[in-house]
Structure formats: C-alpha cells, structure tokens
C-alpha cells in the first residue's frame, strides 16, 4: 500500500525546518536576534509533541558547547560567526551535525569568511546546509 503524497506550498525556512524535524532526535536553538522562523517551528511543533520519524518528539535546548546526539541548530547571519568556536569543537570531535541557516544579503560576504576560516582549519566538518 502506498501512501498519499501531501504536497504544500511554503518558504525555504518552513520546508528546512519539516526535513530537519524529521530526522532530528535533539535541536539546539542558538539565542539571537534577528531569529528565522526555522528555530520558532521547531520549538513549536516540540511543545506540541508532534513525532520525527523515529517516533519521537524533537528535544529542544539552547545551545552548549558538548554535541552528544544527533542534533541541529540553527541561526541566521550573524549567529554563524558566534557559533565557529562550537563549530571547530565539533569538528575537532569529528561528530556529525547539521546546519540550517538563512542569509540575508548582508551577510554573503560573513558566510565567505566564515566557510574560508572553516576550511583553513579543517577539512572534517561534516555539514547539511540549507540557503534561502
């Protein structure tokens, strides 16, 4: 039996933040301001305890500096370059994660820096990335 395809119509942000819940166990919301709308569903649909693919409901926290399940986090402009010193961590540890973002124009030259400092400094950074 095969299941009925839902199709609907939404931004880049609300399709990130559906295939990200799905395969997510544990999400790390990152504190900043201006945020997307990526991080607010995704603490919505955990309140509500809407279930991923497992079965589970998504467990929301703010963002630490250990990653010890299969997590995502996301941020928007700015919050990338705060998040380097985490994300070398990361990669030191040679653990797995996801990164959702979004980028207003502004920022296209930060993301440069940032993916130019990134892969100076290691070449195991393993990463999804999701652009508007």
């Known amino acids: 039996m095969s299941k009925a395809l839902k199709r609907a119509t939404m931004d880049g942000?609300?399709?990130?933040?559906?295939?990200?819940?799905a395969f997510t166990e544990v999400t790390t919301i990152y504190p900043i301001t201006p945020s997307s709308t990526m991080a607010?569903?995704?603490?919505?649909?955990?309140?509500?305890?809407r279930k991923n693919i497992f079965g589970q409901t998504v467990e929301?926290?703010?963002?630490?500096?250990?990653g010890g399940a299969l997590a995502s986090?996301?941020?928007?402009?700015?919050?990338?370059?705060?998040?380097?010193?985490n994300m070398y961590k990361i990669s030191g540890e040679v653990r797995y994660s996801s990164l959702y973002r979004k980028f207003p124009e502004i920022a296209d030259e930060l993301l440069a820096k940032?993916?130019?400092?990134?892969?100076e400094r290691t070449e195991t950074y393993l990463r999804l990335v999701a652009e508007k």
């Open 73 to 85: 986090t996301y941020t928007a402009s700015q919050g990338l370059m705060l998040m380097l010193p």
């Open 114 to 119: 940032a993916q130019r400092d990134a892969e």
């Open 13 to 21: 942000n609300t399709a990130a933040a559906y295939a990200s819940y």
């Open 40 to 49: 607010e569903l995704i603490d919505e649909w955990s309140a509500k305890g």
């Open 60 to 66: 929301v926290r703010e963002m630490q500096h250990e």
